[in-house]
């Protein structure tokens, strides 16, 4: 059975701890061969960590890399995203890692016979990022169960926001929710930073998506840090053993102040790091068959 990684919805518990040890495995050493496979990274929306952190990954796994470049490829001539795939996989290879601005975009390769690895699409999932985030909280904390997150920012435009409340709840963490009310999505209840910010083991930031959607309000960048970011005078507030994360990349000045990027709470870059390690681990799932 080919193994897709389309959302997490669609993994077990179970499942997902496996990818987290087995990329805790591979940090600590543990390495595979993969020489005699072919992998195309199809980005039809612009990406740096995701799509050089699995290029990287599959340096490490001595894949074969085909990196598309959408500009100067056959899409100017009409070629839809469907006929890209396919030829791809006439081609010969042996997976997809492919990132889409449309949700669920996967849904129109059904025909394609080879794993696909979903780096992200539209507003709805972004399996990798959620593993990644995952496992840096259980490298600092050893388990899920009981944890208190916050979620903070442009939850609506957030596939990263999107795919961790769901699997975060599942492995049994308290997820709050923050934000400017023009970010809210129906169902969930919104708290205010300064009200959460004490009380959870870690703050996760969302950038402010200004591509995803007009400019939804009229304030100013730095009104915007004040009320809904998090400044150096808020991270003084947070517990002592709380962590800092966000997705990346980062409006400075927005969401987050220029001295909290790098500031002893934040794991920001640390994420960025086990993104390597976790899409080694989904690269190896999809592409050896056990
Ligand atoms: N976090 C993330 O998905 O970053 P990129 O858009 O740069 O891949």
Redesign the pocket.
């Known amino acids: 059975m080919k193994k897709d990684l389309l959302a997490l919805r669609n993994l077990s518990v179970d499942e997902i701890m496996e990818i987290l040890l087995e990329a805790e495995k591979i940090e600590e050493g543990k390495t595979y061969d993969l020489s005699n496979k072919i992998v195309a990274s199809l980005f039809f929306?612009?990406?740096?960590?995701?799509?050089?952190?699995f290029l990287t990954a599959m340096a490490k796994l001595k894949i074969k890399e085909l990196n598309f470049n959408p500009v100067g490829s056959s899409l100017s001539k009409g070629e839809s995203f469907y006929d890209t795939v396919k030829t791809f996989e006439s081609l010969g290879v042996d997976a997809f890692v492919i990132?889409h601005s449309e949700d669920e975009y996967y849904k129109q390769l059904k025909n394609i016979k080879v794993p696909i690895i979903n780096?992200?699409d539209g507003s709805k999932d972004?399996p990798t990022?959620s593993l990644l985030d995952l496992y840096t909280i259980y490298q600092e904390f050893k388990n899920f169960q009981g944890l208190k997150i916050a979620i903070v920012g442009d939850i609506k435009h957030s596939r990263?926001a999107h795919t961790n409340i769901e699997v975060m709840k599942r492995l049994g963490m308290e997820v709050k929710l923050s934000g400017p009310k023009e970010f809210w999505e129906e169902g969930y209840d919104f708290l205010a930073l300064e009200e959460v910010l004490p009380k959870v083991d870690i703050v996760m930031l969302l950038r402010v998506q200004n591509e995803r959607h007009q400019s939804l309000f009229k304030l100013s960048n730095a009104e915007y840090l004040e009320k809904y970011g998090l400044t150096m005078a808020k991270v003084n507030i947070m517990k002592k053993n709380a962590i800092i994360m966000h997705?990346?990349?980062f409006n400075r000045g927005v969401e987050i102040a220029d001295d909290v990027v790098e500031c002893p709470k934040s794991r920001i870059f640390k994420q960025m790091a086990n993104?390597v390690f976790i899409r080694q681990a989904v690269l190896k799932r999809s592409l050896i068959n056990e």
């Open positions: 929306e612009t990406s740096t960590r995701t799509q050089y952190s990132r780096g992200g972004h990022q990263v997705p990346a990349p993104g």
